[in-house]
């Protein structure tokens, strides 16, 4: 009984441990340059990306990629020549996905039950199939981060003196962004797009608590975040019908509670304060 | 000597509010010149235009040879924008705020590696954080931030350095320090440009004082700068 509930929920567990080892790296970036809500915007963008790629017979995480890329590169475009505030231009891209999506899918009568679960995700039915596709993103967005990640480090921290160092901040951006748009689509399976976005946050805010340095905060943010995946799911599987993206999440907030009290309590025990 | 810096009828304007009337300005390696002037005279703008943040209206701008647009210029330079930009969304140590100054002289795909984390540890003992380096950057004083930045500006050992408002924050009692270590770079050939408000923080160690005065460059003596000061608070 035992081997077979592991045979059919390790996929869930592998894709879970995958994603949220995965997001805390992207995110952290995107938390040090306050682009938070980027995750979120991309997200939205997806669900346009899956419902069209539904209308065209494509499968929806390819759907979702490509949808989710072209926006993070044309938002980039558009912040990067002020022709949009920040929050402005995710607000209309927010809109605008969901929208899309709801009405492409909608036309084709498929505005059911499996647009639940591209919402809010359906980790408990991935296959190995899922898995291969969901790590290869995963190993991508990993490689190429560990490959310039003192450039994404630099720019992060001050765009304006990085660009004055010749670094070439516009084509950094626009990577960040696309890798931003492989974790969503990697991890739409898993906590589903609306909540994609908390998995990219989440872990970093945890890891936040605990370090004294941005690569510290990363892989506090990536224990932090395959931990919430791994329990989260485990939950869900445990009580049976609870919603395992919701789980996540939460696990991932019980996590930042958890880092908050110990910080706070390790800083009181060993202050270091300016010199 | 060959030229580091060179500026001819550089105007800039941002809008209707022009701030550079005509710039005309040389400096050969080993310079060491003090920018000064008041609020909104132009003297951050001008370090702008020298690394590339700006373009002028009119006349050029020429760096180490070439065009200040150019990466492989730019990567020569070592840039000190005035206050710290260093967001503190996440914490962020203070070595690493100093590396970031390697990462485009360092090239891509190269990680940093032994030598680079001695040159870093080298940048901060010259600005006497050597003992912080492990320390997080929001958890230092205002000076010892700025002297984290400074030492970011220093690490890659540039040709030309554009500081801009240096010494803001520190002690007056360590600003002679840097003072110092500005001088000696200086000395062994690099071409230091500092912006600065105080006009006792570098003059016993600079070779030039230039004002920034009704959008034109002139240079004056230390006494012509406080009286100048003076005057101006006087109005």
Redo the contacts between chains.
Sequence with gaps: MSRLFLSFFLPAYAAGAIVGATAPVIG?FL????LALMGDGMGHLAFAGVALGVALGVAPLWGALVVAVAGGVALEWLRSRRMLAGDLSLALIFYFGIALGAVVLTAIGRFDASANGILFGSILTATWSDVAAIGALCALVVGVTA?????L??VA??E?????????VERLNVLLLVMTACLVAAGMRVVGLLLIAALLVVP?AAG?RL???????MLWGVGAGVSSAVAGLGIAIGQGDLAPGGTIVLAAIGAFLVASVVGRGAARRHP???? | MHLTAELAGVRFAYGAMRILNGVDLSLSAGDFVVLAGPNGSGKSTLLRLCVGLLRPQAGTVRVLGGSPLDPDVRRRIGYAPQGLRVAASLPVSVTEVVAAGLAKSKGWLRRLDRRDRRRVNGALESVGLGDLSAECLFELSGGQQQRAILARALVGEPELLLLDEPTTGIDQSARPAVAAELRRRADAGVTVVAVSHDPDDFHQVCDRILLVDRGRLRQVTHEELHTHIELGAAQ
Excluded at chain 1, 31 to 34: D, G, K, N, T
Excluded at chain 1, 272 to 275: D, H, M, P, V, Y
């Design positions: 952290s938390v040090q340059r306050r490959l310039v990640y003192k450039e480090l630099a921290l001050d304006e003196t990085a660009r004055a160092s010749g670094l070439p970093v936040s370090a004294h340095s941005f690569r510290d905060s270091r304060g300016a010199a």
